[in-house]
């Protein structure tokens, strides 16, 4: 079964600076790959997905990430941090048969002004 | 753009209470999803739905049943509330046949049981 692990549970940067939150799974083929943000209070909305391709990817609010099979990694990066990026995201994983998403424990960001 | 809504913000019941969660979705999805979400654990999925009256149990779906009767809802029954079912309630839906596709989130709904 695929799994699906964000080593840091929380990450705090300055705005401005910029972010990278690591992604790591488990699957032994290619996995679709997705990239979540939940604002406080708020449901998931997507930032951004793999299926196949070019392994750098482009997503909404200046977001991107890149697919690295050999080490098995998505991680999600943004040049410049805005203090509305403050939230909770989140890692997911398609694979294996299952119509269900697999989800990462979630790493919260907090942006010092 | 996809919209997801669901019935409760937030909600607070009592230990025991029958608990109905209503989930509805606009974009004629054939996959809807129950999860639950917890500090540290992410999302956990209880139940999902592939077609109308079909169901199939995720990872978690002890003390929780689903009913999908009309293509658009699905919703989440709690049968006799408990304390370690207070939690955020995230419905979800999918419009890909097959596997692993993008889902779309409601906002969620807070449940307290007391």
């Known amino acids: 079964a695929q799994s699906v692990t964000q080593p840091d549970i929380h990450i705090t940067v300055s705005e401005g600076a910029s972010l990278e939150l690591r992604c790591n799974y488990s699957?032994?083929?290619?996995?679709?790959l997705f990239w979540y943000v939940q604002s406080p209070g708020q449901g998931l909305q997507l930032l951004l997905k793999?299926?196949?391709?070019?392994?750098l990817v482009q997503g909404i609010k200046g977001f991107e990430a890149e697919f690295k099979r050999s080490q098995s990694s998505f991680n999600l990066r943004k040049p410049s941090v805005h203090w509305s990026d403050a939230a909770e995201y989140f890692c997911?994983?398609?694979?294996?048969?299952?119509?269900?998403?697999?989800f990462g424990s979630g790493t919260r960001l907090q942006v010092q002004p | 753009d996809v919209k997801v809504t669901q019935s409760s913000r937030y909600l607070v019941k009592r230990t025991g209470e029958k608990v109905f969660l209503e989930c509805v979705q606009d974009?004629?999805?054939?996959?809807m999803f129950w999860y639950r979400q917890d500090p540290g654990l992410g999302l956990r999925l209880i139940y999902f739905?592939?077609?109308?009256?079909?169901?199939e149990k995720g990872d978690i779906p002890e003390g929780y049943s689903v009913s999908r009767e009309k293509k658009e809802r699905f919703s989440l029954i709690l049968e006799s509330a408990s304390t370690n079912q207070t939690s955020m309630y995230l419905c979800?839906?999918?419009?890909?046949?097959?596997?692993?596709?993008?889902?779309?989130f409601g906002p969620g709904t807070r449940l307290t049981v007391t």
């Open positions: 979800a839906s999918s419009g890909r046949q097959g596997y692993g596709y993008e889902q779309y």
């Open positions: 699957y032994g083929a290619t996995p679709y």
């Open positions: 793999y299926f196949s391709g070019d392994t």
């Open positions: 997911a994983v398609g694979a294996g048969g299952r119509r269900a998403l697999t």
């Open positions: 974009m004629d999805h054939e996959n």
């Open positions: 739905s592939y077609d109308v009256k079909m169901k």
